[in-house]
């Protein structure tokens, strides 16, 4: 898996995609949570469950349907009457894209099992052809380790710098319309 920190960090440059700066808080904290939750199926491994199973790591939490459904409840949940100045459909675009990105990231690992994209009406487990990003250990007492800081410097390579690149042209793009709408005003 890619780490915690670098789904938030893929979830923040989409939403910079989608809003600039201009969405509320709670909409970057419910993309970041969106993001990172796929993950919860590691707890899975405390109870028994083995990796390869439907409920295992980058098992159903890692598909497009549990994308379909998490942006779906975030919407209902968090903005039933939607915000000012941003569709619903945008909203649950953006959730849907974090979400999914997620077992996008894990693909594109070099270890562990693939990703479920398709549970529950598919199990079969996929990876990326292209694998660049060096996989995540599971759990905080050996991500402080050499392979975890090899893990970082692999992310940083191919995810923050990207996602960085991502947002700052997204900045740019936005502020150019918002400049070209107060030209038109005037």
Not at 29 to 44: N, T
Not at 81 to 88: E, Q, V
Request: hydrophobic share 50%; proline share 4%.
């Amino acid at each position: 898996m890619a780490s915690l920190i670098s789904h938030a960090v893929v979830s923040i440059s989409v939403g910079t995609c989608f809003y600039g700066v201009r969405a509320p808080t709670r909409v970057w904290v419910a993309g970041v949570v969106c993001s990172m939750l796929p993950d919860v199926d590691v707890l899975g491994f405390r109870f028994g469950v083995r990796y390869g199973d439907f409920w295992g790591h980058r098992g159903f939490t890692h598909s497009l349907l549990f994308a379909a459904v998490l942006a779906t409840l975030t919407l209902i949940l968090g903005f039933t009457r939607g915000l000012p100045g941003i569709s619903r459909l945008s909203l649950w675009t953006y959730f849907f894209i974090v979400t999914a990105s997620h077992g996008l990231l894990d693909a594109m690992t070099n270890g562990g099992l693939g990703v479920a994209f398709f549970s529950p009406f598919d199990d079969k487990r996929y990876f990326l052809p292209w694998r660049p990003i060096r996989v995540s250990p599971i759990g905080l007492r050996h991500f402080f380790t050499d392979r975890g800081l090899a893990v970082i410097q692999s992310e940083f390579l191919w995810i923050w710098l990207p996602a960085g690149l991502l947002a700052s042209l997204a900045l740019i793009w936005h502020q150019r319309i918002q400049a070209s709408n107060a030209s038109s005003a005037e």
